[in-house]
């Protein structure tokens, strides 16, 4: 997260260009964007790293089939 902010302190003094964030940091053009645009609409909490966990699973036992059971 320490990394995150850095970048993004860097970003908002303006001293280099996302590009030049993103080779200085080992990170991807995407990511450095992603971040930035996270913070923007998250703030601070934006920083933090987000469950990879898929929202469903379409071959996962229904419900009320695994409580019967």
Not at 10 to 21: A, H, I, R
Not at 45 to 60: I, K
Request: net charge positive; with cysteine; glycine share 2%.
């Amino acid at each position: 997260m320490k990394q995150r902010a850095n970048l993004l302190r860097d970003y908002w003094l303006k001293y280099y260009s996302v590009t030049e964030l993103a080779e200085m940091y080992s990170v991807s053009r995407k990511t450095a964007y992603k971040w930035i645009d996270r913070y923007e609409e998250l703030g601070r909490s934006g920083l933090e790293d987000l469950s990879r966990r898929p929202h469903s699973c379409p071959w996962q036992t229904a419900e009320f089939i695994a409580r019967n059971w």
